[in-house]
């Protein structure tokens, strides 16, 4: 046997191991999505959204990050979105916040939005919400604005 084909072997054992090990990495899971009210029910489950309206959107999820010694975990939430100016004339795009969420047997839970207090602050494009652990993103949800 060469030695070319040694390595590779041990490369794809190391591997597959690596991946049984890590078999919870990256599940995670959108429990709900769409408009909501303001008392945080959901009114409608949909990823079209009324752009240039006051409106409340988002989504509910569970990710597992192997965590069991706490009732709460940080993971950063992240949104993208078309320009917006806020009242000073500063545009931006979007922000990563870290925010602690409940835990139970590993699993986290919470749920992200958006919350427009004005038509200016809902423009029509892509709106991408991301939940990360460190450099590691557990899922990502978009909504389309029209």
């Not at 919470?110 to 991301?130: H, I, L, T």
């Given at each position: ?18 991946v049984t090990f890590n078999g ?80 139970t047997e590993g699993v986290a ?38």
């Open positions: 046997m060469s030695k070319h084909v040694f390595c590779r072997q041990i490369l794809f054992f190391f591997l597959c191991g690596f919870h990495a990256n599940d995670a899971k959108i429990t709900e999505y769409g408009i909501y009210n303001g008392n945080q029910d959901l009114v409608k489950k949909t990823t079209v959204i009324p752009a240039n309206e006051i409106i409340r959107f988002g989504f509910c999820f569970e990710v597992f990050v192997n965590f069991f010694g706490d009732d709460k975990y940080m993971l950063t939430q992240s949104l993208s979105h078309p320009e917006i100016s806020d009242d000073g004339g500063w545009p931006n795009k979007g922000y990563n916040v870290p925010r602690k969420f409940k835990v839970s919470g749920c992200v939005g958006y919350n427009a207090r004005s038509s200016d602050e809902a423009p029509a494009g892509e709106w991408r919400f991301s939940l990360s652990d460190g450099s590691n993103e557990l899922l990502n949800f978009s909504f389309n604005l029209k």
